[in-house]
């Protein structure tokens, strides 16, 4: 069981009817109470009322992207949109009236477009500011709301209440049972680059494990690793070695890349190592591997293999044609494959020699840490925040005529990581700017490696459930966020020869 995802309560409500108000007061209560614990974010919209409890205000959610309209279809559209976007984005919702001014066009619309979800609204009769205050409790109770509370936030009536009552929503805090899952790791790449060798070598002084008998070959699918490191011993499970040594034993014509057995072995797999040959750089044929690893979600560690004959062609006076250093070499590789994979978030690499056994555990180290990166939960209001600073960095293309806009966003998936965008147009963004996303998410994160996924929901398409990308589907497609035909193979083996 891992930790859970952050819940979300949202305020909506005509405007004037003391949302913000409201906001300010929850929060202010819980800023109170957990004072000077660092780490706590507060954004105007955002808060969190305790970890993993966020409460957020969608007064400005829809509003100032409709022009040349009246006020009053402003108004309406805007609020319409709140609230549909708050049924998507939240749990809990509190539906803000005025009780001085009773209910109004504006209220009974919002009404109508929640009663569908009426189990997790709460209706809020705010202004009430003393108990002698009279309204007309019977007009407010025909909205058709059976849990509802009356209060005033500014004059902190019922406040407390209210809040405690959201706090029984927290998520519980679920201690991670010490499960010793062993990661399953493939190491994946086209003929030749030296997939058997490394494995051959990460097993060789090492105790092996036959964990998988296949039924029908002798040959195992899957083999135990136990590396003794100079500071750690590190454990994992290889996947598809039968995969490899078959393909090997047959020779090439039978090692042709295959779309599906790829899949069928990066779904066993937590951990993708693609290898790629040092002096052949990254082909056409690395990118489509790489491609589909993306594609399944899985994160990637790049091996540069054969680093061995690299570094001989720096020993004598012929060195690799315009590289003054092996140093200089290893960061033209470095960048070169960076760009060839551009469609990755910055995959950590390892130069390493499988031949000569050598930095082998520099990758087994970056195999488990971005192995336990996977289930990372990023807090909710430093996700928003990061969100904010890269759409000012690079304001998306105005695809539909409409100033794109996300208003929240939240975490709902670990391995891979998904995230939902509560925005005011999901159609028509770009892979470019999913991917600027990933990759400044990677960063921020320091997970370069991992595949982030974004789900963009907007009010027109009244998604109800939500549709994770089709992970292992084979519809002959090629990957949205793949490889292009175009790009070319990296540091050209001319340069070397
Ligand atoms: P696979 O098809 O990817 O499994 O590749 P193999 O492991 O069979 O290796 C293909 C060829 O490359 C073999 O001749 C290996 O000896 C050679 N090779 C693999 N790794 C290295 C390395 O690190 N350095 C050198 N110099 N040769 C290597």
Redesign the pocket.
Known sequence: MSASFAKTIAIVGRPNVGKSRLFNALVKKRVAIVHDKPGVTRDPNIAELVAGLLLVDTGGWGLGQIKGQEKEAVLAAAVEEQVELAVEAAEKILFVVDGRTGVSALDHQVARNLRAHKDKVTLIINKIDEAETAFDEGEFLRLGFASWQVISAEHDRGIEGLRNTLLKLAPKVEKKPEEKKVPAVAIL??????????TNALLKKNKVIVSDISGTTRDPVSVDLEFVGRKETYRFKLVDTAG?RH??KVGSSV?VFSQMRTREVLQKADVAVL?IDALEGVTSQDKLLAGEIQKTGKPLVVVV?????AAARFVGEETIEGYQTLQEFEMACRESVESALFFTTGAPMVF?????SLNLEALLKEVKKIEAQQDKIFPTPEVNKLLSKLFWKNVPRNVSGKMFKVYYATQTGTRPYYFRLFCNQAVGVGDDFKRYLSKGFAEHFNCGGVPFFFHFVSKPRREKTEVKPDLYSNKGKRAKVGPKASERATYSPKKIK
Do not use: Q
């Open positions: 790449g086209r003929p030749n680059v030296g997939k058997s060798s490394l490899l393909r090997t090692e290898v293999n054969k680093w061995d004959l390493l020699s499988a031949k000569e």
